[in-house]
């Protein structure tokens, strides 16, 4: 019988053989339902995967899972750019990323034995709307909109923008690798949202909002006015406009106004840009890779997203478990470990007591881990799922990823 | 350790509690407000981010707009919950402000209102910290003013903040909205939630771990709300695991320089297998051990130069329910971070 809390990660896949661990360390195969394994390596190596989504709720490794596959899959030959909405400093200089210049940049340092190639880019949210501002309109217009408060409120500031960006250079780099053949795979994070579903739902809001019954109505009222059976319909709008302007005050009301009716004529509906961007994400050739820790809250947060994408028909690949406890001598398990090190402490052995110590609260963090991915699994018993075992420390180069893209094939 | 009464924040009546993701800041919010809670108080515990984090820290039912008790203090106090809704709180508000009625279902109807909880960028936060500042200015009798001692319908109001990446926007209000509404309403609203978060009301704290990239986050996020002219008040380190070997011990065990015989004579003397993997993976793990306490050594000198009091909570094996938070609520009390 396998003592409780006794896993090495990586080891799950029931039909493995027992073999030495990285460290050379050896380990037990652990029996356990055939849950599918999450296959990192076959994912990345299918010519057919043009897009990897990375979501999952803040905090749980996202952008770093997304930076290590992108060098996993560089180096097995892929040619591959990597968007990151918000990385922390130290994995961003990992790429080699110092600015903010919302373009792909090569990484350098990286193997190129197997012909791949690397980019990495930072979004910069409000960059990029000027840039389709720009590239849809006419100078002097452009010009109107930019200079607009409300237009620098919203590309600025608005939560939901970001989502909306960060899809909007999803397409964008799409459309550059589908005409010049620039990159073969696409891997995107996603924003720290509040939750990780708003990524989603986020582009459709703000497209159904700026081509909404609400907008136009702001920014056309009187077209409404010559039809008699608007009468009511007329009152309400009276109604609204009235407490908006009183609500908002006036000043804001019109540049709101201005700023719709310079979009209005400008795109052809925001609406179908951002169903665009949907039926991108549900193609065959993307593949969603949700990201968790193995803690209640995250793993809540990934079951939400994992049943949210199957509602959808979004093409999921699996979940990846990052910062797994392992556990070095799973032969001993804990309850025993703590009752020998209160023995050995009375004997006066107190080394070796700590050292049972430190192993029965490792064992008990890896088997409460276990519980909640466990409920996981069973909750979701056909998502292919992989553990990445935790780090000592953070990542900060190129090194660092490649060990975290190695622990995520399983290797 | 720092004593309650001297801390910049003696006088607060806002705690906003923020950190990175992943760092526990309900936790920590749900612990502080039961700590003020303490000795016949009621505290109103606010979330704004609709992820019902509080209700299930105390194991409730989902919260809403509507403050509901969701548990007693020690000593006849309670911790009132309410998780806001930006679309409710707008409608909330025009029903006071304007007395609208039907407008409000009417405005519902145009989409008016998701333009203003959503898309109208900064209306939304204006709308959030709106619906604290009313609940910060509600007297025992239901009207409004500002707070006095004894007479208001909250002794004190714990804010389970945005994370530490959004916090300063968030509270930034005013500028946020500086830009779209120079005059206004919603000016008028940001501008006294500014007031409110400036005046010694309100102090807000961040929660870390010592890792990496919270404890990065956290300077960042202390450098951002200073120059915001926000008030700063503690970092709280959360999930502190105690070092189980002696400094000594753990130095020797980093560098895998440890009595081999030694241990494999301790196992066998209390019937453990003596194998190598066992004293193999005991070293290793004990080794890991060592790391991982120099490093969080490390982490939190860079906290301590962050020259703020600093709180400590225990990581909680068993996770956290509601023992766990009362346990975490008198350990705040404990080190003094409230009277």
Redesign the interface.
Known sequence: MTPPGVRQPGTSRPARPARPAR?G??VTPVKRAAAPRLDIDALLADRATRVIVCCG????GKTTTAAALGVRAAEQGRKVVVLTI?P???LAQSLGLTELDNQPRPVAGLDPAGGGTLDAMMLDMKRTFDDVVLAHSTPEKAEQILAN??Y???SS????TQEYMAMEKLGQLRAQSDAEGTWDLIIVDTP?S??ALDFLDAPA??GS?LD????R?LTAPAKAGGRAYLKVFNA??N??SS??S???????LR??QTFVGALDTMFGGFRERADLTYALLGQKSTAFVVVA?P????LREASYFVDRLGADGMPLSGLVVNRVQG??????NAG??RA?AE??TE?G?T?????????A??A??AA?QRNLTDRFRAGHPSTPVVEVPAL???VHDLAGLRAVGASLAGA | MPDASSLPWARARLHIVTGKGGTGKTTVAAALALALASGGKRVLLVEVEGRQGISQTFDVGPLSIAETRIAYAPGGGEVVGLSVDAKAALLEYLQIFYKLGRAGGVLERFGAIDFATTIAPGVRDVLLIGKVYEANRRRKDGRRSDPVEGDMAYDAIVLDAPPTGRVVRFLSVNEEVADLARVGPIRGQADSITDMLRSGQSVVHVVTLLEDMPVQETADAVAQLREARMPVGAVVVNQVRAPILPAGQLRSAARGRVDRDGIRSGLGSVGLATTDAVVDGLVAEARDHARRVALETELRSSVDQLGMPIFSLPALTDGVDVAAVRQLADLLTDQGMVR
């Open positions: 460290s360390r050896p709720s803040g905090g749980v918000d922390a400093r130290r408060p409300f620098q409120a919203v500031s608005f939560a939901g720290p509040r939750s809001r703000l909002f909404g019954r609400f907008l109505l309400g709008v109604l609204v407490t908006m009183k609500v908002l005050g006036g000043d804001m540049d709101v820790a803690e209640r809250d995250a556990v070095a001598a799973p032969g001993l025993r470990a020998a023995q050995l004997a052995d080394f070796t007591a700590a050292l049972l110590t430190v192993h609260g490792v008990e963090a409460r000592a420390e953070d």
